[in-house]
């Protein structure tokens, strides 16, 4: 099993512009997550996906930011336009369908991680 | 509304030594509870988990944790510390729903 997948692991970009980070999760999971993690403010839940459709976006920090998950092995989170407090490492993780796991059944599985930088 | 608390930022200790780790929660019912290991540049990485019955739990590189409802711990343990133990550690807390509540972190330094 490969584990979470995400792309890129490092972007560069310039004020202004839009940010796509990509992620696949792990095969047979049907939950996904999006996090950030910064100096300041730790570890943030942005989105959650439940079978694909988002189950809670409370945790997005404005309407610049944007998620989609369009089937169940892609996922996208979308800043636009970006800004240079968006700097930070965004994870993404999946959970695997509760009646395939042991419990408890949100382990989370992380991916490596897409370090953001925003000039 | 779940939290946890972690109440160290910061621990140094030298190799070879034992370590704990301290983790508070905060739950209406049983809880399930993580301990994550989050290396330099690295995403996060399950050490132990603990859901229902014995209340000291096992996890990978010889990593333990044990539970203790009536204090709201979830403290993790070392008996000997090697160098490459030195990551952030995030302890976790969650219940029916699937979303996880994290600990702020607690930096491990590992002195040679």
């Known amino acids: 099993d490969a584990g979470v997948i995400q792309s890129p692991r490092h972007e560069v970009t310039e004020m202004g512009q839009e940010v796509t980070l990509r992620c696949k999760p792990i095969s047979g999971h049907n939950s996904l997550f999006w996090y950030r993690q910064t100096m300041m403010r730790g570890l943030e839940l942005l989105i959650y996906?439940?079978?694909?459709?988002?189950?809670?976006d409370s945790g997005m920090p404005e309407d610049r930011f944007s998620a989609k998950m369009p089937n169940a092995s892609f996922s996208t989170l979308k800043i636009q336009p970006s800004e240079p407090r968006d700097s930070a490492v965004y994870f993404c993780a999946s959970s695997p369908r509760p009646s395939l796991a042991q419990k408890p059944y949100n382990e989370q599985f992380f991916g490596p991680g897409t370090r953001l930088t925003v000039l | 509304a779940q939290s946890v608390t972690q109440p160290d930022i910061h621990i140094t200790v030298s190799e070879g030594a034992s370590l704990e780790l301290r983790c508070n929660y905060s739950y209406g019912a049983t809880p399930y509870l993580f301990w994550y290991v989050q290396s330099p540049g690295q995403g996060l990485q399950l050490l132990l988990k603990y859901f229902s019955g014995d209340t000291l739990v096992q996890g990978i590189k010889g990593f333990e944790a044990e539970f203790k409802r009536s204090q709201s711990s979830f403290n993790l343990r070392k008996p000997s510390v090697h160098w490459s133990d030195a990551a952030e550690y995030f302890c976790a807390v969650g219940g029916s729903a699937r979303q996880l509540t994290f600990g702020s972190g607690t930096q491990l330094t590992v002195l040679p």
């Open positions: 996906f439940n079978n694909n459709v988002p189950i809670d």
